[in-house]
């Protein structure tokens, strides 16, 4: 599931760069050099040009000549992004892991890594135990964080806060449902959406959340699951259509189960 990961806040934190280079504040982040100046608003054009190879080699070009700089947890958040809309999951998996080394307290990239851990791993993958492993680990790491956490991300304003935690609580359990699926724990699976489902109704949750109803045969339950996105006015219409979708699949499933059991 793709999640909007704080992007368009790291653009409009940047776009303080040039004010920034000229003048030191005393808080928050700032450039230390012109020429760190020149190589941020770089990224940030990247971004706003939507090159996201651009992006990834501008970041890895601050990072590695710019030691120092005190914008590089929000570098990392921008990679991830730029990564994952590129639908590069090796490299978002690696900038994920760079931004939980550069801060053991990045809630958000713990996040992106059970995330996307969890929506590559298949039951026939050689490493599918470790996946899954380190998606339960990344996922109970994120949830712990947001136990505690009381100051919101660099650019998240303190009335985005409690909303946003919310969304990362919910991505965290969307991200052990699917590795309980995956790993044929079917009720744990529910259960885990159904957390999900509790902090952040969530269109694309709700159609995972049908997907492990159906793998546990509950076909009902999975109907009812996709009604309920089929039913929300501001699912995206891809969304809906594999809603419907995976509705007419559980009802055919469901009709062959009851012709094939015995009277």
Partial sequence: MKSHFRAYVAALALAAISLAGKQA????????????????????????????????????????????????????????QAAQNKGDYAQTVAFAEQAVQADPNNVEAYVKLAETIALHTRENDLDKDTSLKKVDTDAHKALDLLKTASTPPTGITA???????????????DAMGMADDIAKKFPESIEEYKAAIAVYP??????????????????????????KVLAMSDAPADVKQFAQNQKDSATKMKGATGTAQPK
Avoid: C, R
């Fill in 25 to 80: 504040q005393q808080t928050g982040p700032h450039p230390k050099s012109q020429k760190e100046v020149d190589a941020l608003k770089k990224v940030q054009a990247d971004q706003q040009a939507k090159n996201w190879d651009a992006e990834m080699t501008d970041i890895n070009y601050v990072l590695e000549n710019f030691a120092d700089t005190e914008y590089k947890s929000m570098l990392l958040d921008m990679a991830i």
């Fill in 159 to 173: 009335d985005q806060w409690p909303t946003y935690k919310k969304q990362l609580e919910g991505q965290a359990h």
């Fill in 202 to 227: 969530n269109p694309i949750i709700l159609t995972h959340m049908a997907k492990a109803q159906i793998d546990a045969k509950q076909f009902d339950d999975a109907i009812a699951t996709d009604d």
